[in-house]
T-cell receptor, first 113, second 113 residues
Framework: GENVEQHPSTLSVQEGDSAVIKCTYSDSASNYFPWYKQELGKRPQLIIDIRSNVGEKKDQRIAVTLNKTAKHFSLHITETQPEDSAVYFCAASNSGGYQKVTFGTGTKLQVIP | EAGVTQSPTHLIKTRGQQATLRCSPISGHTSVYWYQQALGLGLQFLLWYDEGEERNRGNFPPRFSGRQFPNYSSELNVNALELEDSALYLC????????????FGPGTRLTVL
């Protein structure tokens, strides 16, 4: 089955700096890669996603890159703000009628004001 | 539009008992997913239901089971509860193929004493 590894497990950055979280996956059939943000005591919420036919996607301060050959994808947050502090989960799934989503173990991001 | 709802919010059981957790998806969503989130850990995929059928399950013992009703709401049953079943159980819904974005409910906190 699919295996998703996520690094680092914790990340502290100064406000205004950039943060990068990396994930690798094992199943070459995976074709959908979402990122979720879970604030303390709240439910996970999708912040950005990318499909395997795209190499990069941006949404304001957030971007995701995908390298299918190397089977890794990354989340980039620029100009970090205290409200970016949360746990971030990457995930991989194969939407070809076998939609099991495998999540990474999460990265706790702390933005220091 | 109402989001995904789950009940109860908290559930306290003793070892060996059975627990039933409920989930109502967003109107129009046909897919329901169940995840277990143990304290400090990531999201572990439990079950996926679509159009009333179980489509996939994660690496959990058979005492974790569920069903999806004709109105697409879902129920997760955990039999013969063990202490390590204590966790936050999250339900998510999606429109189904090819729309993969999952919307999460607030979760049910299950405590096994």
């Amino acid at each position: 089955g699919e295996n998703v590894e996520q690094h680092p497990s914790t990340l502290s950055v100064q406000e205004g700096d950039s943060a990068v979280i990396k994930c690798t996956y094992s199943d070459s059939a995976s074709n959908y890669f979402p990122w979720y943000k879970q604030e303390l005591g709240k439910r996970p919420q999708l912040i950005i996603d990318i499909r395997s036919n795209v190499g990069e996607k941006k949404d304001q301060r957030i971007a995701v890159t995908l390298n299918k050959t190397a089977k890794h994808f990354s989340l980039h947050i620029t100009e970090t703000q205290p409200e970016d502090s949360a746990v971030y989960f990457c995930a991989a799934s194969n939407s070809g009628g076998y939609q099991k989503v495998t999540f990474g173990t999460g990265t706790k991001l702390q933005v220091i004001p | 539009e109402a989001g995904v709802t789950q009940s109860p919010t908290h559930l306290i059981k003793t070892r060996g008992q059975q627990a039933t957790l409920r989930c109502s998806p967003i109107s129009g969503h046909t897919s329901v997913y169940w995840y277990q989130q143990a304290l400090g850990l990531g999201l572990q995929f439990l079950l996926w239901y679509d159009e009333g059928e179980e489509r996939n399950r994660g690496n959990f013992p058979p005492r974790f089971s569920g069903r999806q009703f004709p109105n697409y709401s879902s129920e997760l049953n955990v039999n013969a509860l063990e202490l390590e079943d204590s966790a936050l159980y999250l339900c998510a819904s999606s429109l189904g193929e090819p729309y993969n974005e999952q919307f999460f409910g607030p979760g049910t906190r299950l405590t096994v004493l």
